[in-house]
């Protein structure tokens, strides 16, 4: 049989991946250093270990794909976990935790009655311990879940563990004298033979430095962090060496069955039989308390004695817990709400430029799909041009891309070894790539100068029929490009002069659909002058102050009229906008433009109140992430119309900020000044829509 032949650029990306997270493991295991996150890590990992599935007479004995990780070692005797130890699935936002509760929720109504229980996610090894008649027997690490190592001798070197659980009379004792006589009374007589326990086995960051000091008195590099030294201690022959490094552990669950009902109660009978536990973990009412807890850690996380990187929720009603059950490899009823930033590595093929409605021409650089958290990813944005050189970003570069708060993803981090041969800086661009005139330096931006630039025309069109601005039906940008093209359309008011005949004759329009589209561009000659007034784009004019000028000025005439004086006296309403707003109505081609759309019969009305507008007057309203029922625009809308004051940013003035999926900064500002949150469902239900 022929022998294949492989593409050369597979095995040079091979070999180059490997040099990759070599690097990392060596930086991240030896010298204490790390560039890149664990996320980033496994990204390169996995697209190695997909190289290799493809072409297995590739893969060579020292590959990082090869390296043994989760599976019990030859060198210990195997355990056989009378239950799984099972992972946690992952949240990374309050949104993404509130679904977590919803799915259960749908599946257990009444899983939620006891509350959550919150522990701190510590950075160690899982290990299970079982206790025969009272005496500790076997102790084991997690492994594959089903299967762990048998690392007894070791384990007993920590004092932390118990190595006799202590009498049923002193336990029943400790928990009454804890508040916990119920549980005392529900106590069996005689304690079982055989109790499992779960816990962490760390090292302190105090332990940390002391072993890593006596590394430089001894001239040895120094160890790369200390959920390593836990695990290599736990998982090597000589429990002597085990021993020197004063390990410590907490334990945070008892599997059997000893008449809890709750998880707080599980950790109660913990201490009660001797066992050390976090006191820091808390039994919590609702999600909104299991927010703050985790906020709370998340900034004290420095002052701990031990690494962590997150918090586990829990429900705490144990019955609620089991009917859960499993998906996967993780059981239903518990998250780990997690600190760090998800991230994963990409190719970039491609810097595109685009020019935006008001000129400024901004780079974007276009992917090899790639899924971060949940959503694939085909672009990320560059900011401006200064960002790409300060990246030293080069089309081919492998790169990392973030998107944890923020909802647009983001270059976070280029891996400049992986960068092929021959890759050049990419040259910023001197000329408008739509027009080809000259841009000039605007700030941190390029700004195309040509007023008449064909991009700036198409993106004003594009924008003046957008869910935000008039929200057209059907007039979208690939429609737009054509009735451009046909020379129908040349600027925002020829919509409303379009034939159904006119549209008929082009490529992908019938008569039906020809019809529909004019007659929903006809509906919006009576759109709502707020509306109107964001469709036009006038500069530094969004929703939030095209509504106030609605409101005050009443009318597009009246707001035409007014000079930089009577804007300056609008709320909201600073100098530079009004500015803004007065020269965009003096120039002669703005003029113009709104006589054709008189002439077309274009006449916006005054912003609608809603008969039950008190239903959130006097409420100064922030939305931020991705709502699921509403867009943003129409959410924006429902609230102005029941008289509440709608912002773009938070301050200590702002009543609620109102939160889909993935939200940003705003989110955490709000936390910081303390002020309320409540998701998309509870808004809904507060505006009627439910």
Not at 286 to 299: I, Q, S, T
Not at 313 to 335: E, M, Y
Not at 613 to 627: H, K, W
Request: net charge positive; hydrophobic share 40%; glycine share 8%.
């Amino acid at each position: 049989m022929a022998k294949r032949i492989i593409p050369v650029g597979v095995q040079q990306r091979l070999l180059k991946l490997r040099k990759e997270i070599e690097h990392h493991r060596y930086l991240y295991h030896v010298l204490d250093r790390q560039e890149i996150s664990d996320a980033a890590l496994d990204s390169l990992k996995h697209e190695l270990a997909k190289l290799e599935e493809q072409y297995p007479e590739l893969v060579t004995p020292d590959s990082p794909t090869r390296r043994v990780g989760g599976r019990a070692l030859k060198a210990f005797a195997k355990v056989r976990h009378a239950s799984a130890m099972l992972s946690f699935s992952d949240v990374f936002s309050a949104e993404e935790l509130r679904e977590w509760y919803e799915r259960i929720r749908r599946l257990v109504p009444s899983c939620g009655r006891r509350g959550f229980y919150a522990e701190l996610k510590i950075d160690g090894l899982a290990i299970s311990l079982e206790y025969r008649g009272g005496a500790f027997s076997v102790g084991s690490t997690r492994g594959d879940g089903l299967v762990g190592e048998n690392v007894t001798e070791n384990l007993k070197t920590i004092e932390a563990i118990p190595l006799r659980l202590r009498e049923r009379k002193e336990v029943a004792k400790d928990l009454r004298r804890a508040g916990f006589s119920r549980l005392a009374l529900r106590l069996p007589p005689h304690l079982p033979r055989a109790i499992e326990v779960r816990g962490e086995a760390f090292l302190t960051k105090n332990e940390f430095h002391r072993m890593n000091r006596e590394q430089k008195k001894k001239h040895l590099p120094p160890y790369a962090n200390p959920r390593n030294i836990a695990a290599g201690s736990i998982r090597q022959l000589d429990p002597r060496i085990t021993a020197r490094r004063r390990l410590d552990s907490y334990a945070y669950d008892i599997v059997t069955n000893l008449g809890q009902e709750t998880h707080e109660e599980a950790h109660a009978l913990l201490r009660a039989f001797g066992f050390k536990t976090n006191p820091h973990n808390r039994a919590l009412r609702d999600l909104g308390a299991v927010e703050g807890f985790r906020e709370r850690w998340m900034e004290q996380r420095e002052s701990l004695p031990y690494e962590i990187d997150g918090i586990v929720v829990i429900i705490n009603d144990l019955a609620a817990f089991r009917r859960l059950g499993v998906v996967g490899k993780a059981p239903r009823g518990t998250t780990a709400f997690k600190f760090a930033l998800k991230e994963a590595e990409t190719v970039v093929e491609g810097i595109d430029v685009f020019v935006g409605r008001t000129g400024v021409l901004t780079p974007v650089a276009r992917l090899k799909p790639v899924e971060v958290g949940g959503v694939t990813i085909t672009h990320a944005t560059l900011h401006n041009f200064d960002q790409v050189q300060k990246l030293d970003l080069r089309i081919g570069d492998t790169v990392i891309i973030g998107r944890a708060g923020d909802v647009i993803p983001r270059v976070v981090r280029v891996l400049e070894r992986l960068r092929p041969k021959g890759a050049k800086p990419f040259r910023k661009p001197s000329r408008c790539p739509a027009c080809g005139n000259p841009v000039v330096r605007d700030g941190a931006f390029l700004r195309c100068t040509n007023r008449r630039c064909p991009a700036l025309q198409r993106e004003h069109l594009y924008h003046f029929s957008a869910k935000a601005a008039l929200d057209i039906p059907g007039l979208g940008p690939e429609s737009i490009d054509k009735f451009v093209d046909a020379g129908l359309v040349r600027d925002a008011a020829d919509f409303f002069s379009l034939k159904p005949e006119q549209l008929a004759e082009l490529e992908g329009f019938g008569e039906l659909s020809a019809r529909k589209l004019v007659s929903a561009i006809q509906s919006r000659k009576r759109a709502e002058l707020p509306r109107l007034l964001v469709a036009l784009g006038i500069p530094r004019v969004g929703e939030e102050t095209a509504d106030v000028l609605a409101r005050e000025f009443q009318s597009l005439k009246r707001l035409a009229t007014a000079d930089e004086e009577n804007l300056r006296r609008t709320r909201d309403v600073g100098p530079i906008v009004a500015h803004s707003i007065a020269s965009w109505f003096h120039e002669e081609r703005n003029r113009a433009l709104l006589a054709k759309f008189r002439r077309a019969g274009v006449v916006p009305r005054r912003p609608a109140l809603s008969r039950r507008r008190r239903t959130l007057a006097g409420l100064r309203i922030v939305f931020t992430g991705e709502l699921s029922r509403l867009s943003r625009a129409e959410a924006k809308r429902i609230a102005r119309q029941l008289g509440a004051d709608v912002s773009e940013s938070v301050s200590s003035s702002t009543s609620w900020v109102v939160t889909g999926k993935n939200p940003g900064s705003k989110l955490d500002k709000a936390r910081e000044l303390g002020v309320r949150t409540v998701g998309e469902e509870e808004f809904l239900r507060r505006a009627g829509k439910r």
